[in-house]
């Protein structure tokens, strides 16, 4: 499984952004996608799921409302669209993909820096 993440920058307070994670390898058909971020001195921390089939989401209470976590089947490719995006917002991000039944992630693709400037 490979997971390749795209779509960072430097962008301003309040701009938007999105991230790309183009999966290959398998079929997803049974996987959750996942973006996680981690910010200098900071532990990695959890920012949205898609569950494969069916796409049900799910948000870090600090994004809700302005990230949107989609994925294309065609494509093979998970988006994070970005949208208000805070200085708190930088970090490295990372996609990542695991079984619906597996408690961890199990793939990670490279990451991709967001810088939030004020």
């Known amino acids: 499984v490979q997971l390749q993440a795209s779509g960072g920058g430097l962008v301003q307070a309040g701009d938007s952004l999105r991230l790309s994670c183009a999966a290959s390898?398998?079929?997803?058909?049974?996987?959750?996608m996942g973006w996680f971020r981690q910010a200098p001195g900071k532990e990695r921390e959890f920012v949205a799921s898609?569950?494969?089939?069916?796409?049900?989401?799910n948000y870090a209470d600090s994004v809700k409302g302005r990230f949107t976590i989609s994925r294309d089947k065609a494509k093979n490719t998970v988006y994070l669209q970005m949208n208000s995006l805070k200085t708190e917002d930088t970090a490295v991000y990372y996609c990542?993909?695991?079984?619906?039944?597996?408690?961890?992630?199990?793939?990670w693709g490279q990451g991709t820096q967001v810088t939030v400037s004020s």
């Open positions: 990542a993909a695991k079984f619906l039944t597996i408690a961890e992630y199990e793939y």
């Open positions: 390898g398998r079929t997803f058909t049974n996987y959750i």
């Open positions: 898609v569950r494969w089939s069916g796409g049900s989401t």
